[in-house]
């Protein structure tokens, strides 16, 4: 049984795929990352889920990777670390190739791997308090594994507005980034969501799976090569005194020694 999603399917193959890590802001860590990537494979063949919605329990969609997973890193040797970066790596492809279309329902913040979910997304909406972030940088490490994603989805020029600064930026802004298709309400989010997902009860599932397959492959901007130079990167970061300075500062409750704001 699930301990950090939930999964929920309706009568008309509507899937529900909830993050209920409240207490710690749904962050990613090894245990979700495992079992999102068990979802997707059990996904694969299941032509009677015509649409799924990704959301998220408490008040935060998704704050990134979570930081004691990431302590760990620091701790463990390259081959650890790259192990580790790989499995982020999996889960996220699996996701963006779904054969479903993934729809989100982002509210809260999305923040780090937050950005990295939510651009793996066919639909994301978002309500207008949503934040979102690509922090990395305050930490000392950098967007790796979800980069592909984040460039495929935002395209370089714009990526390189928010992928090195770490500023938050608001849902309207990320409307404009091409994460977010649109804004609704808070208290219309999941309506929505359940409206763009109603959108394929009358479509053919299968038709569907080989147009999202195609969108994916006409693409050619999430091969092998760039997947695996991102794990590389990842692996690599945790590996500098930035990232040893940035995390502990984190958990030690003060600014690293390169943050004078």
């Given amino acids: 049984m699930s301990e950090t999603i939930k999964v929920e399917v309706d009568a008309r193959g509507i899937v529900q795929l909830r993050l ?18 068990e979802f997707a494979a059990s996904a694969q063949e299941r032509r009677d889920w015509r649409a799924v919605i990704l959301s998220g329990d408490g008040a935060t969609f998704c704050a990134g990777g ?5 302590r760990q890193q620091m701790q463990s040797d390259r081959k650890t670390r790259m192990a580790e970066a790989r499995k982020l790596a999996t889960m996220l492809g699996a996701l963006n190739g779904l054969p479903q279309p993934l729809i989100g329902a982002i509210h809260g913040s999305a923040f780090g791997g937050g950005v990295g ?11 207008p308090e949503t934040l979102f972030g690509l922090t990395e940088t305050r930490l000392g490490i950098i967007p ?34 091409g994460i977010v298709s649109r804004v609704v309400s808070a208290d219309a989010l999941m309506s929505e969501a359940i409206a763009e997902a109603e959108l394929y009860l009358s479509t053919a599932p299968g038709a569907v799976a080989s147009a999202k397959a195609l969108a994916r492959s006409l693409s050619r901007s999430l091969d092998a090569d760039r997947i695996e ?28 020694h390169w943050d004078h704001s």
């Fill in 117 to 127: 979910m939510a651009c793996i997304c066919d639909v994301a909406l978002a309500t």
């Fill in 229 to 256: 130079e991102s794990i590389s990167a990842l692996a690599d970061a945790w590996e500098q005194d930035e990232a040893k300075e940035g995390i502990a500062a984190f958990f030690e409750k003060r600014k690293p």
């Fill in 66 to 70: 979570d930081l004691d997973w990431m």
């Fill in 144 to 177: 790796a594994t979800i980069g592909p994603y984040v460039l495929a989805r935002m395209g370089e020029g714009r990526a390189r507005r928010v992928f090195m600064s770490a500023k938050r930026f608001s849902a309207l802004e990320a409307v404009e980034l």
């Fill in 20 to 37: 209920i890590r409240p207490d710690k802001r749904n962050a990613l860590s090894a245990q979700m990352i495992a079992e999102l990537t």
